[in-house]
């Protein structure tokens, strides 16, 4: 659980599980608190809200979140990191139905873009080139030379 979140411990800080035998009590952050957590500006966890990406629950005004919550935002930061757009992490959230498989598909989903997108700058690199030799062809030809 620390990798997913970056170096959160939530059980450590208090969030997750209780160890006590009693019964368990369900811990949550509000949205300071989780922004804090994760070196956010609350904004930014909005912005996930509204992107469909965290569903909190919500008590009137305020917006509770759980350790599940959490861990979910850890990943979506994770993937953004990497580059991963907002709408393939929301789309893939929704078609996936276990924790396990969404980073698998994500990833797998976001490495095919990213090979798209080279040999796209590889046939952009190479035609760049192509033009910059015509261009010093065109600068070192007698006729450009005799014109100025």
């Not at 979910?72 to 498989?101: H, P, Y």
């Amino acid at each position: 659980m620390q990798d997913s979140m970056d170096g959160i411990d939530f059980f450590a800080s208090g969030l997750g599980k209780s160890s006590s035998k009693t019964a368990p009590k369900i811990e949550f952050l509000f949205i300071g608190e989780l922004a804090e957590k994760f070196g956010l500006n609350p904004r930014t966890i909005r912005f996930y809200e509204r992107a469909g990406l965290l569903k909190p629950a919500r008590h009137g005004k305020f917006r509770t979140y759980l350790a599940e919550d959490a861990e979910k935002l850890g990943f979506i930061l994770k993937m953004r990191r990497l580059g991963v757009s907002i709408a393939s992490i929301r789309l893939l959230s929704n078609e996936c139905d276990g924790k396990t498989e969404l980073p698998k598909k994500v990833l797998r989903h976001h490495i095919e873009e990213l090979r798209k997108q080279r040999l796209l700058i590889e046939r952009q690199l190479e035609e760049s080139a192509h033009v910059l030799a015509q261009l010093y062809q065109t600068v070192a030809s007698p006729e450009v030379l005799m014109s100025n």
